[in-house]
């Protein structure tokens, strides 16, 4: 019970954060407020989780799935999230976890910022980072920059309100596998995309 009422608390310290936040910059933060716990589970399922050494994670916000991702995270493996808001990077901070790296930055860098912590190709590569309110440039270069760092048969899972992030990977990584999450506010798409390779085994993105 103790435990329950402390996810409870913290998620409404993070829905609070996270609502300041989009305050500041709606077309960057992209939502309101944070993930469900049930959008949370779609996603670990999605990226196959279990069996990943390195997970990247972009956009984390106020660190709500990225908690969870910690929780679902094998012992030795390690998760790097990269956030532009500074603000929330501070909240992130806050997380105690040996596994975490926590980069104040632009997922269009994620190729520098994999090398500048010495870091090899990622298992998976997960993003909620709003792909309709950016400019295409810029999404365009975080679908190539994510590509080139997954390791070969790694996922990118992308949950998204809106389906602009696969038109814009079309032509780049080509069609993913999509599902719906509607324990969502709003209902959100989840979609993802395998690099070929045989380093991991395929899995059903539940
Ligand atoms: C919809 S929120 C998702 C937050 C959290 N992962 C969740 O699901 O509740 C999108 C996040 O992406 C961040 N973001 C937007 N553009 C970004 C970029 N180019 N690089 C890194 N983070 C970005 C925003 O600051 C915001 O924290």
Same mark, same amino acid.
């Given at each position: =019970? ?75 493996? $390690? ?36 090398? $500048? ?13 709003? &792909?309709?309110? =950016? ?5 365009? $270069? ?37 599902? =719906? ?6 209902? =959100?798409?989840? &979609?993802?995309? $395998? ?12």
């Amino acid at each position: =019970m103790k435990s329950k009422n402390r996810t409870d608390s913290q998620r409404r310290t993070n829905s609070l954060d996270f609502f300041r936040g989009f305050l500041r910059e709606p077309g960057i933060v992209g939502s309101i407020i944070p993930s469900s716990r049930y959008l949370e589970q779609r996603i670990i399922n999605a990226a196959d989780l279990a069996n990943a050494r390195l997970v990247v994670e972009l956009g984390p916000g106020t660190g709500g799935t990225t908690r969870s991702l910690l929780n679902h995270l094998p012992a030795n493996a $390690q998760l790097l999230t990269i956030e532009v808001s500074a603000a929330f990077v501070e909240v992130l901070d806050g997380i105690d976890d040996p596994r975490l790296i926590n980069h104040c930055g632009s997922a269009a860098d994620l190729e520098d910022i994999l090398s $500048q912590h010495q870091l090899p190709g990622a298992d998976a590569v997960i993003s909620g980072i709003p &792909f309709s309110t =950016m400019p295409d440039a810029v999404g365009r $270069q975080v679908i190539d920059a994510v590509w080139r760092s997954l390791a070969p048969g790694g996922h990118f899972v992308a949950y998204q309100f809106r389906d602009h992030v696969a038109t814009l990977a079309r032509p780049l990584i080509g069609v993913p596998e999509i599902r =719906m999450e509607m324990r969502n506010i709003p209902p =959100m798409r989840v &979609f993802r995309w $395998q690099r070929p390779g045989n380093n991991k085994a395929a899995s059903d993105p539940a």
